[in-house]
């Protein structure tokens, strides 16, 4: 789990205007943090059912919000997936 000093970090890169903790981006950015670090536990701690188990709801949720993000706007769904790191679609 991120701390309230990182999630602050990590939206500070993507948000769109001040104040801003609920669109697309900063939700897409914060969620791929969290991926990150439960891969981590994940390498340590490789018989943790549950933890994979939200890893998974995580991976489809951030799939559901890149996904409406691409189709609402293809510009920010461009520039977010290259600011996390992800593979754009082809």
């Known amino acids: 789990m991120l ?3 990182q999630k602050e970090k990590v939206i500070k890169d993507v948000k ?8 697309a981006e900063a939700q897409i950015s914060l969620l791929s943090e969290e ?3 439960l891969l981590k536990h994940l ?20 799939k559901k919000l890149l996904k ?3 189709k609402v ?7 977010i ?6 593979k754009e679609k082809v």
């Open 43 to 62: 390498k340590k701690h490789t018989k943790d059912q549950h933890s994979k188990y939200g890893l998974l709801k995580m991976v489809i949720k951030r």
């Open 68 to 70: 409406y993000l691409e």
């Open 16 to 23: 769109l205007h001040k104040g801003d903790t609920g669109s």
């Open 73 to 79: 706007d293809k510009k920010r769904y461009s520039t």
């Open 3 to 5: 701390t309230k000093e």
């Open 35 to 37: 991926i990150k670090e």
């Open 81 to 86: 997936v290259k600011k996390v790191g992800l």
